[in-house]
T-cell receptor, first 109, second 113 residues
């Protein structure tokens, strides 16, 4: 079983749609959680951190459920520019950071 | 603006050649990393360094070595390139203790023929 698992997609949605990505992690002692965004043939960049209380940044909402070892990212009112791969990232301590394989999103006009 | 620079973006090398991938960061970060990214596998850690001249193996160090002679520079070396090392290589840096934002370079696309 992978330490961090994501649905690879691709998710194909129309502009304006709401889309949700899920991620599960296996190490219950994991400390910090993040979503990174990676555009085609580019480097990953931090999108947002994920907290147990949930956090929102504009159209993006991230949630963490420690009991179920589950992280989610919700994108509302999708834009063409949201098309990218979204990486679930889990920090487990020391220098250990685990990256999911990513979920691809295509937003179409 | 923070910057991690990988000097070679696209390389084609022959099997058995020695390959150097250079990475420089301008943020005075203590920690630097080399990852490779392959479809369906996510990013996998090759080596990391938490200080000058210090290096630690990551999850897939076989066939690779690294060098960190200066704080801002971290090099990845493939002593004898093989076709299974064809991949995208990403350099990254972070400040201080773990869990902080990871800053990546633009990536080096290596093809070994």
């Amino acid at each position: 079983r992978k330490e961090v698992e994501q649905d690879p997609g691709p998710f194909n949605v129309p502009e304006g749609a709401t889309v949700a990505f899920n991620c599960t992690y296996s190490n219950s002692a994991s400390q910090s959680f993040f979503w990174y965004r990676q555009d085609c043939r580019k480097e990953p960049k931090l999108l947002m951190s994920v907290y147990s209380s949930g956090n929102e940044d504009g159209r993006f909402t991230a949630q963490l459920n420690r009991a179920s070892q589950y992280i989610s990212l919700l994108i509302r009112d999708s834009k063409l520019s949201d098309s990218a791969t979204y990486l679930c990232v889990v920090y487990t301590g020391g220098f250990k950071t685990i990256f999911g394989a990513g979920t691809r999103l295509f937003v179409k006009a | 603006d923070v910057k991690v620079t990988q000097s070679s973006r696209y390389l084609v090398k022959r099997t058995g050649e020695k390959v150097f991938l250079e990475c420089v960061q301008d943020m005075d970060h203590e920690n630097m990393f080399w990852y490779r990214q392959d479809p369906g596998l996510g990013l996998r850690l090759i080596y990391f360094s938490y200080d000058v001249k210090m290096k630690e193996k990551g999850d897939i160090p076989e066939g690779y070595s690294v060098s960190r002679e200066k704080k801002e520079r971290f090099s990845l070396i493939l002593e004898s390139a093989s076709t299974n090392q064809t991949s995208m290589y990403l350099c990254a840096s972070t400040r201080g203790a773990g869990g902080n934002t990871i800053y990546f370079g633009e990536g080096s696309w290596l093809t070994v023929v």
